[in-house]
């Protein structure tokens, strides 16, 4: 009993201490949005304006949809 409690409690400062020290999700959008394969393209992040830009340009849409960074 006392080997399942210490690796519960052990489980426990490990998970705390991952939480603590891992980045916010805005955090990590805002570092992805500066690296360079995001920053030296033309990237369209509002749709609305890539659905207008497309249709001015008689151009098709790219989408990219990811949950990296959804809760």
């Known amino acids: 009993?006392?080997?399942v409690r210490s690796?519960?409690?052990a489980l426990a400062l490990l998970l705390a201490a991952a939480d603590s020290s891992a980045q916010?999700?805005?955090?990590?959008?805002?570092a992805k949005l500066k690296e360079p394969f995001v920053a030296n393209a033309p990237w369209v992040l509002d749709y609305a304006d890539a659905l207008k830009q497309a249709k001015e340009g008689q151009k098709v849409i790219f989408a990219y949809f990811t949950r990296s960074y959804s809760p």
């Open 1 to 3: 009993m006392r080997t």
């Open 24 to 30: 916010s999700l805005e955090e990590k959008l805002e």
């Open 7 to 9: 690796s519960a409690t």
